[in-house]
């Protein structure tokens, strides 16, 4: 992530291996971007249709697609790259001039992980569908671990991209793989068995504000069935819950 105090703020920029009218159709046809974007639920085809579609404001010669939340506008920037694709993910410079606070969003979070999946998903998988596992904390505060902590992966925040990575977590799964990405509040790393990737998102010591609390993990997985994948959620939910069981009501 790179900032320039008043200035825009450049998100994430990364280098895909596909063509740039590849990745363009990606971003543009909702059809393709179901497969990336987010992860699944009942909503997520309607959620693709209003950011993507309907709410972009779409530059198609220029390869832009802009989106504005609550008076802050982020914008993609597709550009070829050799026969590869460079991506950028651009935060408008605030309106009122005021220097960026170095704090933990949601929505910022939300579109690193996203643009990461697109990469994984056409670089090895063509964009195939996917099987995605979704847990979260409940915003507010909380003591104990955060879920990096709790499943003994803090330190791959030192790593570098490319990374081996070997482990056994508490979940009850051996995973091997690389290092995948590697930002302020995220590590992500490839886990062969799943074909997929394993996010992990750590906001630290942030608990304020809304969205998806300080902490969650996401799984992306491709060609294993259902009962594999039944089995994989089910030992994970099983470890979420009793990891981070929901706080006592007053």
């Known amino acids: 992530m790179t900032t320039s105090d008043t200035g825009d703020r450049v998100l994430i920029d990364l280098t895909i291996a596909a063509p740039v009218e590849t990745v363009w159709q990606a971003l543009r046809d909702p059809a393709k971007a179901v497969r990336w974007f987010g992860w699944e639920s009942e909503s997520l085809a309607d959620e693709v249709d209003y950011i993507l579609i309907k709410e972009a404001m779409v530059d198609e010669a220029a390869r832009t697609i802009a989106f504005e939340y609550k008076g802050t506008t982020d914008r993609f920037e597709l550009s070829a790259d050799g026969a590869g694709s460079r991506l950028r993910v651009v935060r408008s410079a605030p309106a009122d001039a005021e220097p960026w606070a170095d704090i933990y969003q949601d929505m910022v979070e939300g579109w690193i992980m996203f643009v990461q999946q697109l990469k994984f998903g ?3 998988h063509d964009l195939a569908p996917r099987r995605t596992l979704w847990l979260s904390l409940p915003k507010g505060e909380r003591e104990g671990q955060r879920p990096l902590a709790a499943l003994g992966l803090a ?3 030192g790593g570098k991209v490319g990374d081996t990575v070997g482990r056994t977590l508490p979940t009850g799964d051996t ?6 990405h590697v930002s302020p509040h995220q590590v992500s790393m490839t886990v062969d068995g799943w074909d997929g ?5 750590d906001a630290g010591g942030w608990t304020g504000g809304g969205g998806h609390g300080p902490g969650m993990v996401m799984i992306t997985s491709y060609g294993l069935d259902d009962a594999a994948f039944a089995e994989l959620e089910g030992r994970w939910k099983g470890w979420w819950d009793t990891s981070f069981p929901a706080p006592e009501a007053p």
């Open 155 to 157: 330190d791959l925040t």
């Open 175 to 180: 995973v091997a793989g690389k290092l995948w």
């Open 197 to 201: 990737l394993l996010n992990v998102h």
């Open 122 to 124: 056409l670089e090895g």
